[in-house]
């Protein structure tokens, strides 16, 4: 759905505002016109591979939400901005702080498999890098690379 079919059907309303919520399964490409949306993250299938637009193609204002759907995920996740322009301030059971990127950008953030269910990342693309944060129940429930 383009995001002015979005905003028409929530125009006006202060009541029954809805999330888009998608699953991923398998590898997928995120465009901008995926910015808003809330997905639900499982790695039955294996491995695999989310692929952000690159700093080239982003536009300024992308939003997304990764909330992890299983409990110890199957297999780790890859979130991909195909170079170091992922600026993460992560935070986990302990309060700890310790996956975060801390002034160095990374090229990706790593869903591992140790993670919970109902742990999440949200990223918003600004200024040329994305400026994410997330909450873990566990330690080392995302790493980056």
Known sequence: ??????????????????????????????????????????????????????????????YYKFIVEEETPTADITIAAGSAIISLVAFDGGGDIGNSTAGTQVSNILVEQASQKGDYIEMMFFNGEYVASGLSAINDGFTTS
């Open 1 to 62: 759905m383009a995001r002015a079919s979005y905003l028409n059907e929530n125009s006006g309303s202060t009541s029954g505002h809805k999330l888009k919520v998608e699953p991923i399964k398998a590898a997928r490409t995120l465009t901008n016109d995926d910015s808003g949306k809330v997905f639900m993250l499982d790695s039955a299938g294996g491995a695999y591979s989310i692929t952000l637009p690159t700093a080239a193609n982003a536009e300024q204002g992308i």
